[in-house]
């Protein structure tokens, strides 16, 4: 455990442990009267509560130094409050029971502990928005280098291939076209990606599955027979980004499923969600592919993902507040359930 957060926590429980006692001897000792009765139960739970928050801000999974920023936080309203009470008390005359003032101190705790929390919620989600738009810099600028450089590749590959006389360096040049085309095709897919980790809501409208699924279809099948399995009038919450979903799962069907695919696009309602299924009858989806992009498994240096798509396809797919399964069953089938319209 974070030495940090463990002292964090510790503090908060501590300060619990003081809130905590005052009130619960007023209880035990009696005499307090309905109103007097209440006032101290309100510091026993405010006590209680204090204890928990200190348990959990010393297992949470906050850095140490925004754990021990809470703590601060705790330690602030005790000191403030602390100090008008005690002004208070100076003044002649005044009277206040142990337990009250114990209270005063809970709620003013209890309070500073919420507000150290939503500022360190607020200080990551800035840190966050600083890193979301580097890595928006850093991906404009690949995809941007990755198209000039993959033109040029096959331009160069082209005119080799025309040029060279000895057929199998005329082949090898060809395969290098191939590939330089399959890079500028991951600039598209990048591009796919970024675009539905930074979607908006509000471009959301009532999506008809029948109409979608006949593009998809048009665009992606390649010559290859796509059975269309979606009843009339269904319809999803979503956005043009829901037909490239549907395009890469139909496209890696067709690349992926051998000759003479047998391959199915449906959907079917199910309470307030529809799920979109592409399956085929192909080799399945490799069980390290599956858990890497499902987040069953780490993604390592010797075990990941063989490209993006199914990973653009589940960002999609969860902008939506929606969920994508993959199974592999005499083929691959991959599932995206999505809120009905």
């Known amino acids: 455990m974070n030495p940090k957060r463990l002292l964090a926590g510790a503090s908060v429980a501590l300060t619990g442990a003081g809130v905590l006692g005052p009130p619960l001897l007023a209880l035990l000792s009696g005499g307090l009267g309905l109103y007097g009765s209440l006032v101290a139960g309100i510091g026993v739970v405010l006590g209680l509560l204090l204890v928990a928050g200190g348990g959990w801000l010393a297992r949470s999974d906050l850095a140490g130094n925004r754990a021990l920023r809470v703590a601060g936080w705790n330690l ?66 690949t995809r941007h280098n990755l198209r000039n450089d993959t033109q040029v590749i096959v331009g160069l590959a082209d005119v080799l291939a025309d040029r060279i006389e000895d057929e199998d360096l005329a082949d090898i040049a060809r395969k290098l076209r191939g590939n330089a085309e399959g890079l500028a095709g991951l600039n598209d897919t990048l591009k796919d990606y970024q675009e539905a980790v930074e979607h908006d809501p509000g471009t959301e409208s009532v999506v008809a599955l029948d109409d ?34 549907l395009f890469h799962l139909v496209e890696n069907s067709v690349e992926y499923a051998g000759e003479d695919p047998d391959i199915t696009l449906s959907a079917r309602q199910e309470g307030d969600y529809v799920v979109c299924t592409v399956a085929d009858d192909g080799p399945g ?57």
């Not at 390649?222 to 979903?245: M, S, Y």
């Open 212 to 245: 979608l699924a006949e593009r998809v279809v048009a665009r992606a099948a390649d010559g290859a027979t796509v059975a269309i399995d979606v009843p009339d009038g269904l319809a999803v919450r979503a956005d043009d980004h829901l037909e490239t979903a």
């Open 76 to 141: 602030l309203g005790l000191v403030a409050l602390g100090a008008v009470l005690l002004l208070v008390l100076a003044y002649p005359g005044a009277r206040l029971p142990p337990f009250v003032a114990a209270v005063v101190l809970g709620v003013s705790a209890v309070a500073h502990v919420l507000i150290g929390v939503n500022d360190v919620r607020r200080i990551r989600a800035g840190e966050l928005a600083k890193e979301r738009e580097k890595l928006a810099v850093l991906n404009r600028l």
């Open 285 to 341: 989806i490799p069980d390290v592919e599956r858990g890497v992009v499902l987040g069953e498994r780490d993604i390592t240096q010797l075990e990941h993902g063989t490209g993006l798509g199914l990973w653009t396809v589940r960002a999609i797919t969860e902008s939506y507040g929606g969920e994508m399964a993959i199974r592999s069953e005499d083929g691959a089938a991959v599932d995206l359930r999505l809120p009905a319209a």
